[in-house]
């Protein structure tokens, strides 16, 4: 509660926070802590950052007002992907009424193209432009294989 103290205090508009069924260092479930969030901040603005469909269904019944797929692909039970969980954003965007938010692995435009016709409300880009050895590396191992083939 802490940091959610911290980040109103700061006048954060969206209050983001892993979401996914995994235990929590307090001991608490997402469940209990959402209920003590929105008890203590009931104008709050959360976003549910999740891994799997059942996770944003979770968040999302609790009375998150949005969900993220960020976490797709980094918790040990969601499936591993080279690039973006588009069938996790068409499954939500489809069964939620509140915006879902295609984060997580995409790389190129194409790929954020295709989370919007998914039905995700807006896209997250993070590493595709923010780090540059990576994207760097993207191209010289195209190259690569291209050399090879």
Same mark, same amino acid.
């Given at each position: 509660?802490? +940091?959610?103290?911290?980040? !109103?205090?700061?006048?954060?508009?969206? !209050?983001?926070?892993?979401?996914?069924?995994?235990?929590?260092?307090?001991?608490?479930?997402?469940?209990?802590?959402?209920? #003590?969030?929105? +008890?203590?901040? %009931?104008?709050?603005?959360?976003?549910?950052?999740?891994?799997?469909?059942?996770?944003? !269904?979770?968040?999302?019944?609790?009375?998150?007002?949005?969900?993220?797929?960020?976490?797709?692909?980094?918790?040990?039970?969601? %499936?591993?992907?080279?690039?973006?969980?588009?069938?996790?954003?068409?499954?939500?965007?489809?069964?939620?009424?509140? %915006?879902?938010?295609?984060?997580?692995?995409?790389?190129? %435009?194409? #790929?954020?193209? #295709?989370?919007? +016709?998914?039905?995700?409300?807006?896209?997250?880009?993070?590493?595709?432009?923010?780090?540059?050895?990576?994207?760097?590396?993207?191209?010289?191992?195209?190259?690569?294989?291209?050399?090879?083939?």
């Amino acid at each position: 509660m802490k +940091e959610i103290d911290e980040l !109103v205090a700061a006048d954060a508009d969206i !209050v983001a926070l892993d979401c996914t069924m995994r235990s929590r260092g307090d001991g608490t479930t997402i469940n209990e802590f959402l209920s #003590q969030i929105k +008890e203590k901040y %009931p104008d709050i603005i959360l976003m549910a950052d999740i891994s799997t469909y059942e996770e944003g !269904v979770n968040a999302w019944k609790c009375g998150v007002d949005f969900v993220g797929t960020t976490l797709s692909g980094y918790t040990s039970y969601s %499936p591993k992907k080279d690039g973006p969980d588009t069938e996790l954003v068409r499954r939500l965007s489809e069964d939620l009424d509140i %915006p879902v938010i295609a984060e997580g692995k995409v790389h190129t %435009p194409d #790929q954020a193209v #295709q989370m919007l +016709e998914a039905g995700a409300y807006a896209v997250v880009v993070g590493g595709a432009i923010t780090r540059p050895l990576e994207i760097a590396a993207r191209f010289i191992n195209r190259v690569k294989e291209y050399e090879h083939e």
